[in-house]
């Protein structure tokens, strides 16, 4: 039996991608979104909860985007759950990762454009086959304590 793990999540990105390389030149792009749940607190007024997840994009399209993965960009990514684990300074560590085979753009949505001018032509898919899957996790994507 094979288990199901597939995630769809549309955030906001909480800095801009950035364009990194493997050891033996790969390129990949990483950035890191805030999804937020609303919840009733003990006052009963609503509050946002924030979550942070971590997005690793490879190949040409990954950095054919990157130009439209700026901050406050909203973003809807579909993909793969894995989790990783590392030790640093004797503490052990653990992140959630999106591997993404889809990612929209949500036209419309940066804190640096009003939707009035923003444009229908921003919308964009990458798919699947433009990303291939390497286990690559960057640590240094801020998460809710960097925040």
Request: charged residues 30%; aromatic residues 8%; without cysteine.
């Given at each position: ?63 054919k ?8 960009r ?14 640093k ?7 959630i ?21 923003a ?5 964009y ?23």
């Open positions: 039996m094979s288990d199901l793990n597939v995630v769809a999540i549309t955030g906001r990105l909480v800095k801009d991608a950035e364009l990194k390389k493997t050891a033996d030149g790969k390129s990949y792009v990483v950035f890191s979104i805030a999804n937020n749940l609303v919840r009733r607190n003990e006052d009963g007024e609503y509050a946002d909860i924030p979550n942070f997840f971590q997005i690793t994009m490879w190949n040409d399209t990954a950095e985007m990157l130009k439209g993965l700026t901050k406050g909203a973003v809807t990514i579909q993909g793969t759950l894995r989790q990783k684990s590392w030790v300074d004797g503490k052990v560590h653990s992140r990762n999106i591997q993404p085979y889809r990612v929209n753009f949500v036209t419309g949505t940066s804190l640096n454009t009003a939707p009035a001018e444009k229908n032509d921003e919308f898919t990458a798919e699947q086959d433009d990303f291939i899957t390497e286990d690559i996790f960057d640590e240094e994507v801020p998460d809710a304590a960097d925040n």
